[in-house]
């Protein structure tokens, strides 16, 4: 997606497009796996351009999570972390107990349990929880 498409998104939503909304969505779209606020701040340090204070950032990620630009994933521990829901199907995400990091997973999910007779799903997600590659290694040392 070019800058254009994520102006239209965050208009379509009903917002105004400022720097900060177009900088976070920017940095999460181009991110391989979910980033924390914190990282998002990082990532937009190390690129040319204006670079939004903290609290800006967590207000354009409150507004972009709020106006479902963004999903906050279902993760453990530390800050909460988002990625974009635009161009991505819903998929499973891999979270490492011990950095933390998280990773999203191609895979499909697999088939949803039956819920009892009038129930309704919102929302879906599957985390697995583990150790990650450097992490094991790290374990094992
Ligand atoms: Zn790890
Ligand atoms: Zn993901």
Not at 33 to 49: A, F, K, N, R
Not at 116 to 128: D, K, M, N, T
Request: hydrophobic fraction near 40%.
């Amino acid at each position: 997606m070019n800058d254009p498409d994520f102006s239209r998104c965050i208009r379509d939503a009903g917002g105004r497009v400022t720097a900060a909304r177009l900088a976070v969505l920017r940095c999460l779209a181009a991110a391989e796996e979910p980033l924390t606020p914190d990282e998002v701040l990082e990532h937009l340090t190390q690129t040319p351009g204006h670079v939004p204070d903290r609290v800006t950032i967590y207000r354009a990620i409150d507004w972009l999570s709020a106006h479902g630009l963004v999903r906050r994933l279902a993760t453990v521990g530390r800050a909460a972390r988002y990625e974009p829901v635009e161009d991505r199907e819903a998929h499973a995400h891999f979270q490492c107990r011990r950095c933390g990091q998280t990773r999203c997973l191609p895979a499909p999910s697999p088939p949803l349990p039956t819920l009892p007779p009038g129930y309704v799903a919102e929302r879906v997600e599957l985390v697995i929880h583990g150790l990650c590659a450097a992490c094991r290694a790290g374990e094992n040392a």
